[in-house]
């Protein structure tokens, strides 16, 4: 793999993802590269839960209204965290299902690595068709790295001036 210039991150929210940005920011510095962070709100989940009736319509609106909060908030904490360290990072939000939306960007932006935190355990085949990005993983056109050991990311981003 050449130098990567075009990072993307994909936060959802989790820990794991926290930990995927505080990687991606120490590439993107030692790299000189662009970073994006997106997030995406998936409203093809919120679709299967109105389907089956486990929301109402009203819910929905609400539903999704919280979760546009919590994208500007986790994308602005992965904001945060790269200025500590010097660093401007693009942030970008968007709507859908979260495997074609990170496929989408990657390649519209022309993304050389995509990075995401560790994948959840898969206990089932089923599990394995529903995580998102796991999904986007195996089907993206560029690199991925799969950020693990929070320990150690930690000190590695701590350690970056």
């Known amino acids: 793999m ?30 000189h590269a662009d970073l994006t962070a997106l997030y995406v709100i998936n409203t093809r989940a919120m679709e299967d839960l109105l389907k089956a009736r486990i ?9 999704e209204h919280d979760m546009e909060a919590d994208a500007e908030r986790y994308l602005n904490y992965v904001d945060e965290l790269a200025v500590k360290k010097g660093l401007s ?10 495997h074609k939306e990170i496929i989408d960007l990657v390649k519209a932006d022309d993304i050389d690595l995509l990075v995401i935190g560790e994948l959840s355990r898969i206990r089932s085949r089923r599990d394995e068709f529903y995580d998102e990005a796991e999904r986007a993983m ?24």
């Open 2 to 31: 050449s130098t990567p210039k075009k990072i993307l991150v994909h936060v959802d929210g989790t820990e794991r993802s926290i930990t995927a940005a505080q990687y991606a920011i120490c590439l993107a510095s030692f790299y």
């Open 55 to 63: 929301f109402l319509k009203d819910e929905q609106m609400e539903y």
């Open 89 to 98: 990072i693009t942030k970008k939000s968007s709507r859908g299902s979260v």
């Open 138 to 161: 195996r089907t993206v056109p560029c690199s991925v790295l799969v950020v693990k050991d929070e320990d150690k990311v930690w000190e590695m981003y701590e350690s970056l001036v």
